[in-house]
């Protein structure tokens, strides 16, 4: 049962879609290239990123696999390298890709086997917001679990700090992660332990979506600690990754993944930072892709907090105390992301057949329990918890204290 | 021995001057009129203030004593105030005056008596920031201590905040003020209990002065159980306060004296603020005039730092979390009140004998204890230490962990 809410699902249709249409057939092909371009490639790469931005997926996998590049494309590479001072050993990089070359078929079944599925530029489900990230946009995102990844970044927050994090850092990530929930945002992190796991646990007690950006394939528990946080995560939200399955974390691959954690919500809330925190290279990157940058502030007398006060300090960050606080932050920028929701930010004719049921099921006054909302919308009580999530997330409804309800409009 | 530093003192000498030069005749006339408008008008009327400046002290008493203002003054109040939509009864206010008559040779007497002196605008110990408050400036301010006032605020910062403060506000109220001390500067606050109390014991921690502003007669100890901390101030520093001795503390008066903590420094740092605490009151007046307004960030979870985080937030405020951070901030002013200091902020010929005794016995390198430096210069160990204290004030030496050194040009 692990369908995403809207048809833009890559399950057991795929396959027959694959072979019916001709466009579906293209997209399918690029789908499959992307696949492998992830495996080839590691991920960020901006030189895959521009080859495949001048020819397509398809003819960057054909000339990547084959180790020559276009002669056009290999010339300005090595122009724009000089120009930036920077050394780039172009063959080496193209002999690596065709060294890591694996049949995309494979790749992709072994994907979908493990539960998870690929969504690509083009596709339905993915958060345009990335594209701002230019040629260090993903090649692909794999995900699992049940939310779908657009409606539940549409209005998201990315929360992040110390993995050392302190009772007084946790707390405060878990409250937050807790009100963003309650009131309709989903929350974003890294899963790793301290912040981002109580982050995560915060929305997830509020019965809100919560989305985990990996550095490592979705099917690797990295912390395994966090096994159970994550299996709660996938039923809920999303644990999504640039890395094909089976591949493990390196430290580049933190830094890396940081900047698809800051492109995806409308803005990043450092709770808590010492100095040299791999946080602090989150916001920078929110920061410059103008995303609201915000941190909590703490005591002065703990170390935990000294990045966040610089940030504040130098005016960089804005110091937010509550969800109430960053909310009114990030709902401001309605103009340059997304319209500030009155009401829903999509249209009822963009729902699945499934969740359309659900929504129907859903009261406008009180509020009532998912298992009622399942009963009435024909469903089971997963599906709707799902359902309920990602409508949510999309704006269309919330949870009061007596239940799930429709979204007032403001 | 309650002797200022400088040869501004109204001691012994004073009696002896008052009668020998018709100059020296005027200003202490205007002296004793002052004395008297600060026991018949409450601190900060404007309206005294306006009477003070058209038509100095003298004629000020002189009108408010027989209860007759001049009209063309009157006019002129009765004008600004239905400009500013104010109600103003002229004449009860007036009558209110002359009703709290009292024989300034008397005050003054009582005053002396108690070991208090009244430092007046035109003393060379005047601190001449106050007049930024123009028609509030304080028509006099009582003192009692061995610093020199002016000497004192030269280079200092004031730190306010909660009273009912946490053992974290405490805590870096007294580390501010211990480290503002230690690199030469003097601390400003209100003398009451938590946060103020706090950041005068760091400054006395540090043997660096510090100016307790009363919202009560200097003699009256309010709060009681900061009788042994106003006698340490009294030693190492100032109690000062603009009403006159035997005046008691009353709400407003609270709120009437935080303009002079304020006005007094370079900079306010808030340290600990419930959201509606008469801390902000002392921030607000510190930004009015220009003032650079700082607050210490604290646990988001902590009633008492709602209100520096809503300085922080709203951007009146500078998050600083070390003295360092004050003193880079409020350093930079140079400009607007004072120079920079290189080296000292006076000359040495501004020093009186027994000062430039002291200031001699300090040496240029190492360090040397306050007992040797009294025995090199001849004065007792009380006279060394409050010498020394008005020095480091001015620039002149500071303190290294080998003891009191002349301060080095940066």
Redesign the interface.
């Known amino acids: 049962m692990r369908e995403p809410l809207e048809e833009t699902g890559r399950g057991g249709d795929r396959a027959k879609a694959r072979h019916d249409v001709p466009e579906d057939h293209a997209r399918e092909e690029e789908r499959a290239a992307r696949s492998a371009l992830m495996r080839m490639a590691e991920a960020g790469d901006p030189v895959m990123g521009r080859l495949i931005a001048a020819y397509g997926p398809v003819s960057a996998l054909e000339q990547a696999r084959r180790g020559g590049l276009e002669p056009e494309f290999a010339r300005r590479e090595a122009e724009l390298a000089s120009a930036s001072r920077r050394r780039l050993d172009l063959t080496r990089l193209v002999a690596g890709w065709a060294a890591r070359y694996t049949d995309p078929e494979a790749l992709f079944a072994a994907g979908l086997e493990q539960g998870a599925r690929l969504v690509v530029p083009g596709d339905a489900e993915w958060p345009t917001q990335l594209d701002d990230l230019a040629d260090r946009r993903p090649f692909g995102l794999w995900l699992d679990g049940r939310a779908n990844l657009r409606f539940a970044c549409l209005r998201s927050v990315s929360i992040v700090g110390a993995r050392a994090a302190t009772a ?1 850092g946790t ?2 990530a878990s409250e937050l992660g807790a009100g963003l929930g309650e009131r309709g945002w989903s929350v974003i992190s890294g899963g790793a332990y301290g912040i981002d796991g109580a982050a995560h646990r915060g929305a997830l007690a509020a019965g809100a979506a919560t989305v985990a950006v990996l550095a490592c394939g979705t099917d690797v528990c990295y912390p395994t600690a966090h096994e159970e946080l994550f299996r709660a995560v996938r039923s809920h939200g999303l644990v999504i990754s640039e890395w094909p399955l089976g591949c493990h974390p390196t430290r580049p691959r933190f830094l890396v993944r940081n900047r698809v954690i800051a492109a995806l919500s409308r803005g990043t809330v450092v709770v808590e930072a010492a100095a040299r925190s791999g946080a602090l290279n989150t916001g920078g990157h929110a920061a410059d892709l103008n995303r609201h940058l915000m941190a ?6 703990s170390e935990t ?2 990045g966040c ?1 610089a940030l ?2 130098e005016g960089r960050a ?5 969800a109430d ?1 960053v909310i009114d932050l990030v709902g401001s920028i309605g103009t340059d992301l997304a319209p500030r929701p009155r009401g829903p930010v999509l249209p009822r004719d963009a729902l699945n057949d499934e969740t359309r049921r659900v929504l129907e099921a859903v009261p406008a006054r009180g509020g009532t329990g998912p298992a009622a909302v399942a009963v009435a919308a024909g469903v089971d009580l997963t599906t709707a918890l799902a359902c309920l999530g990602g409508l949510a997330a999309a704006g269309f409804v919330e949870q009061s204290n007596r239940g799930w309800r429709l979204r007032r409009s403001r």
């Open positions: 007084y707390t405060v909590v502030p703490g005591p002065v007398t907090s000294v006060h504040i300090r804005v110091c937010v105390t509550s606080e």
